[in-house]
């Protein structure tokens, strides 16, 4: 059963400290979103690839964000240094592209900045 | 850039009544997809709509697109509570970035 796998599921970090989740899409999908979700904010878009290619991270915080797609099987997003604010759920989606672009989450990894 | 709206915010119902949920979108979309997300769970996708004015079931849930392709809804038929969850609309912003609206969250009271 095909399915988008996201580590670490859980993580708690002091503030400052750098973090880095990690995302394995569905083989053969050329897509790939990551999305962060807090109460306040329903999912918020922050990066997008296409073919690895990142294709808009306007909506993440550049200073301290960053998303790359070192190959088409791991995609990873790195909060250098994390701030409390930061605390959320950030999901991984994959898909196959396309206007019919319909997305598979991941589980999530569920980030708690102290 | 696109914004997508969705009203109410919260919904609280007693197991048995009816619940809609509206989606409006800032631009004409291309399509418009449905996903639900448990609580503690992750979104999982429903349907996507591609046509104006396009209605589409699936056994207690009616979906519709506007004849403008700027807005649907959600309606689901005398509630379970299995159908407690936060369900949200998206449409892609140009090709396929997929923007979601903001949610309405279904309590259901048994």
């Known amino acids: 059963d095909a399915r988008v796998t996201q580590t670490p599921r859980h993580k708690v970090t002091e503030m400052g400290q750098e973090v880095t989740m990690r995302c394995q899409p569905i083989l053969g999908h050329n897509t790939v979103f990551w999305y962060r979700q807090t109460m306040m904010q329903g999912l918020e878009l922050l990066a997008y690839?296409?073919?690895?290619?990142?294709?808009?991270d306007s909506g993440m915080p550049k200073d301290r964000f960053s998303a790359e797609m070192p190959d088409a099987t791991l995609a990873t997003l790195k909060i250098q240094p994390s701030e409390p604010r930061d605390s959320a759920v950030y999901f991984c989606a994959s898909g196959t592209g396309g206007s019919g672009n319909t997305i598979y989450f991941g589980e999530g990894s569920w980030l708690t900045v102290v | 850039g696109q914004q997508v709206m969705q009203i109410p915010q919260y919904q609280h119902v007693q197991e048995g009544e009816d619940f809609t949920t509206y989606c409006n979108s800032s631009?004409?979309?291309?399509?418009i997809q449905w996903y639900k997300q448990r609580p503690g769970g992750h979104p999982v996708f429903l349907i996507q709509?591609?046509?104006?004015?396009e209605v589409k079931k699936q056994k207690r849930l009616t979906f519709q697109f506007g004849e403008a392709k700027k807005n649907s809804s959600l309606h689901i038929t005398a509630t379970q509570t299995t159908d407690v969850g936060t369900y949200f609309c998206?449409?892609?912003?140009?090709?396929?970035?997929?923007?979601f609206g903001t949610g309405t969250r279904l309590q259901v009271f048994p």
């Open positions: 998206a449409g892609p912003e140009r090709t396929d970035k997929l923007i």
């Open positions: 690839f296409r073919n690895r290619a990142p294709l808009d």
């Open positions: 631009t004409t979309l291309s399509n």
């Open positions: 709509l591609v046509k104006s004015g």
